[in-house]
């Protein structure tokens, strides 16, 4: 079992970056992989990146490759996974969730993918 909190977002600027975290507790050893996910009002929840838990290997949207990045911190117990959005756009205003996935089923990025997810942050970008 694992439970996500996640922190940060809020009312930000395009210019200048922003950082989402996400601390994962419980048995996070058990996570294989960790995923930042969107959704903005009258749309379906989308993925915006994910990462290999252990391994360190990232994959991301292509509407946020170059601009987002996604990290884990695994050092002295901190279990904590990062989006860090720079050049932001009036469209990545959302709601970012943080999800976790237990083992590899078929897709990371897909919400089917993922078994434990964080409450939703607000994300609004004003230009």
């Known amino acids: 079992q694992l439970q996500l909190v996640v922190s940060g977002g809020g009312l930000v600027h395009a210019v200048g970056p922003v950082r989402l975290s996400c601390a994962v507790f419980?048995?996070?050893?058990?996570?294989?992989?960790m995923g930042w996910f969107r959704q903005a009002p009258g749309k379906e929840r989308e993925f915006v990146a994910t990462?290999?838990?252990?391994?360190?290997?990232?994959?991301?949207a292509d509407f946020v490759k170059g601009r987002f990045t996604i990290s884990r911190d695994r050092d002295n117990a901190k279990n904590k996974v990062y989006l860090q959005m720079n050049s932001q756009k009036a469209e990545d205003t959302a709601l970012y969730y943080c999800?976790?996935?237990?083992?590899?089923?078929?897709?990371?990025?897909?919400?089917?993918?993922?078994?434990?997810w964080g409450r939703g942050t607000q994300v609004t970008v004003s230009s």
């Open positions: 999800a976790a996935a237990s083992s590899f089923r078929g897709s990371g990025s897909s919400t089917d993918g993922y078994d434990y």
């Open positions: 419980g048995r996070t050893s058990s996570a294989y992989l």
């Open positions: 990462i290999h838990w252990s391994g360190g290997n990232t994959y991301y």
